[in-house]
Structure formats: structure tokens, C-alpha cells
């Protein structure tokens, strides 16, 4: 079992920067691959950008270039960076942790206002 909790969101206007961070209740040195997925309203959750547990990463083309996701064993956190916020980044952000199983946090709102 790991639970996650996130922190972070909050409102910013366009152009400007949030860091979101994710907080496991245990050890994620072992932990397959974690990552950030997005819903707006009205909209299916996607995938925001991921990260294995070698540091290989993947990110939507969307948020390539100014989101960065990353990860700090000795903290049991993942963060996303993310810069050059657009209006259309208003979503739910969830944190997620694929290991035998699949976990989710209860999200983070994240608003950028025009």
C-alpha cells in the first residue's frame, strides 16, 4: 500500500510557475514509475508526464519543454515543475504510483487565469 498526498496548486496567472509536489507514506527507490495526470472539467484525466524508477521520462507533448517532472528518494517525493503556465493547464492534478498495484492521491488544483 502507498499512499500519496499532494501539495502545490493554487492560482497564477499565464506565464507564470507552480511547483506541485507528491509525498509517498513509504520508501519510492523501488517504486516502478511514478507520475502527474490532469483532468479539466469536462474532460478525460490524462497523462501529464512520468518518471520510472531509473529516471527515464515521459512527457505529454502538450507540456514538453515547460513542465519537468522529478524525483528525491531521500524525501519519498516526486515534483512537477511547471513553467510558462497556460490557461489551458487548469485542472485537477493527481499524483500516481504504478508498482504492483496502481495509487492515486486526491489531487491538486491547479488554476491559471488569462
Known amino acids: 500500500q502507498v499512499q500519496l498526498v499532494e501539495s502545490g496548486g493554487g492560482l497564477v496567472q499565464a506565464g507564470g510557475s507552480l511547483r506541485l509536489s507528491c509525498t509517498a507514506s513509504?520508501?519510492?527507490?523501488?517504486?516502478?514509475?511514478m507520475g502527474w495526470y490532469r483532468q479539466a472539467p469536462g474532460k478525460q484525466r490524462e497523462l501529464v508526464a512520468f518518471?520510472?524508477?531509473?529516471?527515464?521520462?515521459i512527457y505529454t507533448d502538450s507540456v514538453k519543454g515547460r513542465f519537468t517532472i522529478s524525483r528525491d528518494t531521500a524525501k519519498n517525493t516526486v515534483y512537477l515543475q511547471m513553467n510558462t503556465l497556460k490557461p489551458e493547464d487548469t485542472a485537477v492534478y493527481y499524483c500516481?504510483?504504478?508498482?504492483?498495484?496502481?495509487?492515486w492521491g486526491q489531487g491538486t488544483q491547479v488554476t491559471v487565469s488569462s
Open positions: 500516481n504510483a504504478r508498482d504492483h498495484a496502481t495509487y
Open positions: 513509504r520508501s519510492i527507490f523501488s517504486i516502478n514509475a
Open positions: 518518471i520510472t524508477s531509473t529516471g527515464s521520462t
